[in-house]
């Protein structure tokens, strides 16, 4: 294992539709090299100073430091959400067949 620039990215959507077509948009620009999608799972969060809960699916986005910005762009711009989820995890280490797996098959910013 060794470090990396790896990052998993988080975020969630409100129906599988969504969050399907979220994955394949970040896989399919290669700003990511997987993206699985769980659920649903329950949320309960504050919003507009009520607590809420809701049923969504949780991406989790692998991809690398340099194209976080991209991902956090594209989440913004494909989201039905006003405030949709974007949090960004260091991986610290890996396999590094999986990681060079990741690396390979995210592209470099333009």
Same mark, same amino acid.
Request: glycine share 4%; net charge negative.
């Given at each position: 294992?060794?470090?990396? +620039? $790896? =990052?998993?990215?988080?975020?969630? @959507?409100?129906?599988? &539709?969504?969050?399907? =077509?979220?994955?394949? @948009?970040l896989v399919? %620009?290669r700003?990511a090299?997987?993206? *699985?999608?769980?659920?649903?799972? $329950?949320?309960?969060? =504050?919003? %507009? +100073?009520?607590v809420? =809960? @809701?049923?969504?699916?949780?991406?989790?986005?692998?991809?690398? $430091?340099a194209?976080?910005? &991209?991902?956090?762009?594209?989440?913004?711009?494909?989201?039905?959400?006003?405030?949709?989820?974007?949090? &960004?995890? $260091?991986v610290? @280490?890996?396999?590094d067949?999986?990681?060079e797996?990741?690396?390979? *098959?995210?592209?470099?910013?333009?």
């Amino acid at each position: 294992m060794t470090m990396t +620039d $790896a =990052r998993i990215i988080l975020s969630t @959507a409100g129906s599988r &539709e969504e969050a399907d =077509r979220l994955a394949s @948009a970040l896989v399919e %620009q290669r700003l990511a090299a997987c993206v *699985n999608v769980v659920g649903p799972v $329950a949320s309960t969060y =504050r919003w %507009q +100073d009520k607590v809420e =809960r @809701a049923e969504e699916f949780l991406l989790v986005i692998k991809t690398s $430091a340099a194209r976080f910005p &991209e991902v956090a762009a594209a989440i913004k711009g494909l989201h039905s959400y006003e405030l949709p989820e974007c949090i &960004e995890f $260091a991986v610290t @280490a890996g396999s590094d067949a999986y990681l060079e797996w990741l690396t390979a *098959n995210v592209s470099a910013p333009k």
